[in-house]
């Protein structure tokens, strides 16, 4: 019976122990703005790899450099690794 319990505890430890736990990898803190082009450049919160980004320019009025941003049509920007 221990390791029937031992057995069905091990998959949770290792879901459990994962990196970015409380993280949403599609969000980021802004680090850089641009106005001629309406683009931010953001730390990916998971990865800590940056990107730019060109939004539409009512969504730059509100994304200011230092606050957190959520990117969430792009997939794959978090999978790079940390510089």
Known sequence: MKKLIV???MPLLFA???EDEGK???CGLIVR???KD???T???ACSGNEQTFILQPGDWVNAHVGSDYCITNVSNWKLA???
Request: with cysteine; glycine share 0%; net charge positive.
């Open 16 to 18: 459990c122990s994962s």
């Open 24 to 26: 949403d990898c599609n």
């Open 38 to 40: 309406y683009s931010v």
């Open 42 to 44: 953001i730390r990916n």
């Open 81 to 83: 690794p940390k510089k």
């Open 33 to 35: 703005d641009n106005v």
């Open 7 to 9: 057995l069905m505890a």
